[in-house]
């Protein structure tokens, strides 16, 4: 069994800023591919980057674990982890855990690229 | 797994409608039957769908805090039980025999922060504790009217 049907990170380049394009769910088997992309992305030297969670349908706490260390570790070089949230499912466990006041949570990538 | 593994604060006072049993591997990439199996029953139940998300991330979290975030040799108990107004799931990691205990599960509370903040919002109680030497991990969420389609 795999878990690669629904889960799917992809990563673009938009105004020369990174995004890792998230789909499916994420929980605690699959946030390791996303602490792996997040982190390799810090070491090739990028300092701020995009998360889009538009096409995720499922977060739980080891997810937001690994974003809030990603968080930390951009913001310790200066940089941001800048996050694209619209399904409410979504936005809802970020303000259960008080995450809305951690994040820039933006409603598209376009958005967040340029805020 | 004795009666008293099961028995949970306040459950005396459920008189359940129905449950159902699920064992499987703790493995993180099976999870997701932990939580098809609580949308399942908490469709079955006839709550709404906001709870039915709801039920799923909680059952999530309740998993995490009995079996850890790494792949183990046990297995994870789970019982679910229904009323007319509630859903009360029980879940136990039973540790394999050569495993032995697990000290990072020694104290049973949930995984981390956020998982507790999550707990703390989407179910009405929740508990956990060991119970001969298993951790085990309680919810239960009550009907809320406006959910109810």
New interface residues.
């Given amino acids: 069994?795999?878990?690669e049907v629904?889960f799917e990170v992809t990563e673009s380049d938009r105004e020369g800023m990174p995004v890792l394009s998230v789909r499916g769910?994420v929980?605690?088997?699959t946030a390791p591919e996303l602490r792996e992309r997040l982190l390799a992305l810090a070491e090739g030297g990028e300092t701020t980057a995009v998360v889009d969670l538009s096409q995720v349908s499922?977060v739980?706490?080891?997810a937001?674990?690994v974003l809030?260390s990603g968080v930390k570790r951009l913001r310790s070089e200066g940089g941001d982890l800048r996050l694209v949230v619209t399904e409410p499912?979504i936005s809802k466990?970020f303000e259960?855990?008080?995450?809305t006041d951690v994040f820039k949570i933006y409603a598209s990538a376009d958005e967040a690229v340029r805020a | 797994m004795s009666d008293a593994t099961w028995a949970v604060p306040g459950n005396d006072v459920l008189h359940e409608r129905d449950h159902v049993e699920l064992s499987l591997p703790a493995r993180?990439?099976?999870?997701?039957l932990v939580?098809m199996t609580a949308a399942a029953v908490a469709s079955r139940a006839d709550f709404g769908y906001d709870q039915i998300?709801d039920l799923?991330?909680a059952i999530?979290?309740l998993a995490?805090t009995v079996s850890g975030?790494e792949a183990t040799s046990g297995r994870l108990q789970l019982l679910f039980k229904w009323t007319e107004d509630a859903i009360e799931v029980v879940g136990v990691y039973e540790p394999d025999e050569a495993e032995g205990p697990r000290r990072d599960l020694a104290v049973a509370q949930p995984?981390?922060e956020?998982?507790a903040?999550?707990l703390d919002?989407?179910v009405d109680e929740h508990g956990a504790d060991v119970v001969g030497g298993c951790p085990r991990a309680w919810l239960r969420m009550r009907r809320r009217k406006a959910s109810r389609q």
């Fill in positions: 069994m795999t878990t629904n769910e929980d605690v088997s499922f739980d706490s080891t937001l674990g809030v499912r466990v259960i855990t008080g995450l | 993180p990439e099976l999870l997701f939580r998300e799923r991330l999530d979290e995490l975030d995984a981390n956020l998982s903040r999550i919002a989407l």
